[in-house]
């Protein structure tokens, strides 16, 4: 019995451009698959053939156990879809959209008022009810756009990029929303640049490259492929390298690298933060000085270089060598998204 999304070889090409390479996928119902890929990975399209927006070349798909192909009226009756560019009508207020959407899906109209304050409430959008969505913060537009899609609460829901663009902070706000919704038991297909957010909302993840999954499993599976977390160390002094390796050894869960010029050293860890702390408290008891030290969690880009042995944003480049600077991108929006 196929999940409530099911997709079995979807091909899609535009011109030469093979967007999708034969995608396979297999939601269970009540469940969260992110779909984890670097831009241009397929992610869209994959999303759009999945809601009846674009036909695929090839394979088959079924949504809520309805054939997307033979049936996409029905399909579009059973799925709710949030994109990355919201179909908010700027000018009415955030309390008219929703309205708006209840009286597209036919709802009567005290049906459709009482539905909005509901998910004003839910999206805490209450105080900004009556304002014009044009005023309403990056943050504030996607938690709408979210509610847009809930009007009419479908079993299965699917978020193209809910948080790419958003600060930290509305970033966790809207995870919170969108952990609320899966835990009353919908299905959801997310898809995202970020391994952090995929580790925090979705059952199980599947990376995307090229048109084709590449690989799947749950967040900790995927974070052990690439070796996990790690503390990175720049001592000060080039004499307290030596030191400094045998504090991390003791702490360590594996070898420690070192970078002789850079006098950076790098061990993979288990215990985040806590353990962080410690490291800190051992070097300073040791008098050892040290410029920077960060705790490194995996990101896409790590997944990918390990899965693929390219990095996650090759494609995107201009020339594919400037390896320094997309490592640091990788660590920026590693932080970001762990704040
Ligand atoms: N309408 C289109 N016309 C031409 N090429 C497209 C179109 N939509 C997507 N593509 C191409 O298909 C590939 C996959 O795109 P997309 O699914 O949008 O990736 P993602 O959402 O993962 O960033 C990219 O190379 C993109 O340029
Ligand atoms: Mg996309």
């Known amino acids: 019995m196929p999940g409530a999304i099911y997709a079995e070889g979807l091909v899609k090409t535009f011109g030469d451009v093979r967007a999708l390479d034969g995608v396979d996928l297999d939601v269970p119902e009540g469940t969260v698959l992110g779909l984890l890929g670097p831009n241009g990975a397929g992610k869209t399209t994959t999303v759009r053939c999945l809601t009846t927006l674009l036909r695929p070349d090839s394979?088959?798909?079924?949504?809520?156990?309805?054939?997307?192909?033979?049936?996409?009226?029905?399909?579009?009756?059973?799925?709710?879809?949030?994109?990355?560019?919201?179909?908010?009508?700027?000018?009415?207020?955030?309390?008219?959209?929703?309205?708006?959407?209840?009286?597209?899906?036919?709802?009567?109209?005290?049906?459709?008022?009482?539905?909005?304050?509901?998910?004003?409430?839910?999206?805490?959008?209450?105080?900004?009810?009556?304002?014009?969505?044009?005023?309403?913060?990056?943050?504030?537009?996607?938690?709408l756009d979210l509610a847009a899609a809930l009007v009419v609460s479908p079993p299965v829901m699917f978020?193209?990029?809910?948080?790419?663009?958003?600060?930290p902070r509305n970033r966790q706000q809207l995870w919170e929303v969108i952990k609320d919704l899966v835990s009353?038991?919908?299905?959801?297909?997310?898809?995202?640049?970020?391994?952090?957010?995929?580790?925090?909302?979705?059952?199980?993840?599947?990376v995307v490259d090229q048109g084709r999954v590449i690989a799947r499993g749950t967040a900790d599976q995927l974070k052990a492929r690439t070796g996990g977390e790690r503390v990175e160390v720049v001592v000060h002094e080039r004499e307290h390298i030596e030191t400094a390796s045998e504090v991390l050894r003791g702490f360590g869960k594996g070898d420690t690298t070192v970078e002789q010029h850079t006098r950076k050293l790098t061990v993979p860890v288990t215990g985040g933060a806590k353990l962080l702390a410690?490291?800190?408290?051992?070097?300073?008891?040791?008098?050892?000085?040290?410029?920077?030290?960060?705790?490194?969690?995996?990101?896409?880009?790590?997944?990918?270089?390990?899965?693929?042995?390219h990095h996650a944003e090759a494609d995107d480049q201009e020339n594919g060598t400037d390896e320094d600077a997309k490592g640091r991108k990788g660590k920026k929006d590693d932080k970001e998204a762990a704040k």
């Open 59 to 143: 394979g088959k798909a079924v949504v809520a156990g309805i054939d997307v192909l033979k049936q996409p009226n029905e399909v579009r009756r059973s799925i709710g879809l949030s994109g990355q560019f919201a179909a908010v009508d700027e000018y009415l207020t955030g309390r008219e959209n929703l309205h708006m959407v209840g009286q597209l899906y036919q709802m009567r109209s005290k049906q459709a008022k009482v539905r909005a304050v509901e998910l004003l409430e839910q999206f805490h959008l209450t105080d900004a009810a009556d304002r014009p969505a044009k005023t309403y913060s990056g943050g504030m537009r996607r938690r």
């Open 159 to 167: 978020m193209d990029e809910p948080t790419t663009g958003l600060d």
């Open 184 to 206: 009353g038991g919908t299905t959801l297909l997310l898809t995202t640049q970020y391994l952090e957010e995929a580790d925090h909302l979705a059952h199980e993840i599947a």
């Open 278 to 309: 410690e490291v800190i408290r051992e070097l300073d008891t040791r008098g050892i000085e040290i410029d920077d030290i960060g705790l490194r969690r995996p990101t896409l880009d790590d997944v990918f270089l390990s899965l693929t042995g």
